[in-house]
């Protein structure tokens, strides 16, 4: 038990290369149908999982909305999900109980203090304003960046935060950014936080970039997502 | 600095989130192999030299695991290529050059087990970086890596002349001082953001 | 004389011996990554633990049934495609039933193959002995590494957070030592608890050595 020479037979015969491949053989083959069917049995599960997840965040982001629907936005146009003549990006829209349309929830990413930050934010077309924001994932310092999830005050900053379109339909009116804690004047800024600056500024900007990319393209669609019902 | 730049991800891998400091992979050889300053710097080495082989080869085999949507595979294929990997790298420097060999040798073994080799080769698929984003993340894990134990094993050279408590000696004071590095390298967070 | 150790009986100690003389975290000091990295609260910890139990006692019991069937060339690649099958297993299992767990422990799930304490009993116990003594060991030394990852996760999360399992202790008053939950913390709390582990064994020893020199003197007068 102390040394392997002990275990093994005083002369190991050297084994056959055809006894060494079998086994392996078969402990791969057993492998293989071990992972399979665990992997078959689990996928409903973990598709539901990841179903509910991306509807409470949804939900959470667009305010009154109750029921969420994907759309996919093409070239052509946007058309919901099983509909779509040719593949785009996915838009998660949110409908309240009455069938109407309350806004889309988009994602946006950018580089944190700690790693990347991925957040989803609810746009609200009929105010032209970002109507929610929920962190999906940040690696932040806990107590100091995490406060971007946690802090009542920033997380009120995106009640009503305004992200209208410039006149000729290119890009946001108003750059979008964080200023320093109590020094929000415009609807279009962000009051930051003590002691989370970087944090902070990162979802400002992310949003910007974000907003500033996706809702040009978007906007000449609305009709579409109010249509369906 | 844009997230998916070349130089962030080197200096993200080496430095802000520092494999051994800030991830936590490859603490083993960090507190078994850093005793002398020339085996822990032969050790890393080492260890990068695979870290490279290792996510150049898990790039591959992910693409086509992917192409045949054989995800389920994936970590079998890791660990089976990172194992001949090793195997690989110990019988080319045994061939081609016995000195390194005789420096490197005896941990070309143990690196297989060493969290940070595969811990390489998941992260980059978790981030779907592309081939040479992977070279680069793969690169900066590997100086990171390095940067560490040969640090780790400065500190301790100096401390084995220190009048330390008798149960502080071995794991407990390595432990210590990793903490203190560790807390030096947060200092680094926030780079480039 | 592997017929001799396969009959080994099973004694207490069999069990006993992951849990205290050979724990895998503070006596032996293997699979070190996990035991840092996700020990930042209680419930992850629980979650880390339990998922290596299980993947150390499936894979171990897999290669005792197998032990006289696998050439011993090739063990250690057999081995390792056994863990990774059964870390595969319970990545998904982890998936299914709860996201947040499965976020929250990450990639780190997955790094269980390359976890030491695994490999390590499956060459030096599950591949000579039999089933039953395998898995009682497996479940001992899971067991003591389950509390040894409870014993870092709660130090950390108490002190870092001020609650327990999420149910704050403190009360409003306290401030948090975020440093706990980062990464320096985990290397100064285990040690921390390394050093308590030194200092009681030594007590040990200078008790025992100062009872013989008691009973040396006694026997002598």
Not at chain 1, 30 to 54: C, D, H, M, W
Not at chain 2, 65 to 83: G, K, N, P, Q, S
Not at chain 2, 111 to 116: P, S
Not at chain 3, 105 to 125: H, S, T, Y
Request: hydrophobic share 50%.
């Amino acid at each position: 038990m102390s040394s392997s020479a002990s275990v093994q037979p005083q002369k190991p015969k050297p084994t056959s290369s055809v006894k060494l491949i079998t086994t392996l053989g078969l402990i791969a083959l057993f492998s293989g149908l071990l992972v399979v069917s665990v992997f078959e049995f689990t996928k409903p599960y973990i598709a539901e999982n990841q179903r509910i997840a991306l509807e409470r965040a949804v939900l959470e982001v667009i305010p009154g909305a109750v029921e969420r629907r994907d759309f996919i936005l093409t070239d052509e146009g946007v058309f919901p999900k099983d509909q779509a003549p040719e593949s785009g990006s996915i838009i998660h829209a949110g409908f309240d109980e009455a069938g109407r349309f309350q806004g889309v929830a988009l994602e946006a990413s950018g580089r944190g203090y700690a790693d990347v930050i991925r957040v989803l934010y609810g746009y609200d077309p009929s105010c032209q304003c970002i109507v929610g924001m929920t962190v999906l994932e940040s690696r932040e310092t806990p107590g100091l960046g995490d406060k971007i999830e946690t802090d009542p005050l920033f997380v009120a900053n995106f009640e009503r935060l305004d992200a209208r379109l410039a006149a000729d339909g290119s890009g946001l009116a108003n750059r979008i950014r964080t200023v320093d804690p109590g020094a929000a004047e415009q609807p279009w800024e962000i009051d930051g936080i003590t002691g989370a600056t970087i944090s902070a500024e990162a979802i400002g900007n992310m949003l910007n970039r974000s907003a500033d990319s996706v809702l040009p393209e978007l906007a000449p669609h609305w009709a579409a997502f109010e249509q369906n019902n | 600095m844009h997230a998916d730049s070349l130089g962030f991800i080197f200096l993200n891998a080496a430095i802000i989130n520092n494999f051994v400091l800030a991830l936590f992979l490859g603490i083993c050889p960090l507190l078994g192999v850093s005793g002398k300053l020339n085996t822990a710097f032969s050790m890393g080495v080492a260890t990068a030299l695979v870290m490279l082989i290792s996510s150049i080869s898990a790039w591959l085999i992910n693409e086509v695991i992917t192409h045949f949507d054989l995800e389920f595979l994936r970590l079998i294929a890791y660990i089976a290529v990172i194992a001949s990997a090793v195997q690989l790298v110990e019988m080319t420097i045994k061939k081609y050059s016995p000195p390194l060999y005789r420096a490197l040798g005896i941990f070309l073994p143990l690196i297989t087990t060493n969290c940070a080799i595969l811990g390489v080769a998941l992260f980059q698929t978790n981030y779907e970086y592309s081939f040479v984003q992977s070279l680069f993340y793969s690169l900066g894990a590997g100086a990171g890596f390095i940067l560490a134990i040969v640090l780790m094993a400065g500190l301790r050279e100096k401390l084995e002349l220190a009048d330390v408590p008798s149960i502080a000696r071995g794991a407990a004071m390595s432990l210590m001082l990793a903490g203190i590095l560790s807390l030096a390298f947060m200092g680094f967070a926030g780079l480039g953001g | 004389m592997a017929a001799k150790t396969d009959n080994n009986p099973i004694t207490m100690d069999t069990f006993l011996s992951g849990i205290w003389k050979e724990n895998p975290v503070f006596v032996m000091l293997l699979g070190m990554c996990p035991v840092l990295a996700v020990t930042n609260s209680v419930a992850n910890a629980l979650a880390m633990g339990l998922a290596t139990t299980f993947v150390l006692l499936c894979s171990n019991a897999l290669i005792s049934l197998l032990r006289h069937h696998i050439p011993k060339e090739v063990r250690i690649a057999a081995y390792i495609v056994i863990i990774a099958t059964f870390v595969t297993v319970v990545d998904y299992l982890i998936h299914a039933i709860s996201l947040e767990v499965y976020n929250a422990l990450g990639a780190f799930i997955q790094l269980i193959v390359v976890n030491c304490m695994i490999l390590g009993r499956a060459e030096a116990f599950a591949s000579r002995h039999r089933l039953s003594s395998t898995l009682i060991n497996g479940l001992g030394m899971g067991v003591g590494f389950t509390i040894a990852l409870l014993c870092l996760g709660s130090v950390r999360e108490l002190l870092g957070a001020g609650t327990l399992l999420g149910f704050p202790i403190f009360g409003e008053a306290f401030e948090p030592w975020v440093i706990m939950l980062l990464p320096p913390g985990g290397f100064f709390v285990l040690g921390a608890w390394l050093l308590l582990f030194a200092w009681v064994k030594e007590r040990q020893i200078k008790r025992s050595a100062a009872a013989s020199v008691g009973e040396a003197a006694v026997n002598a007068r």
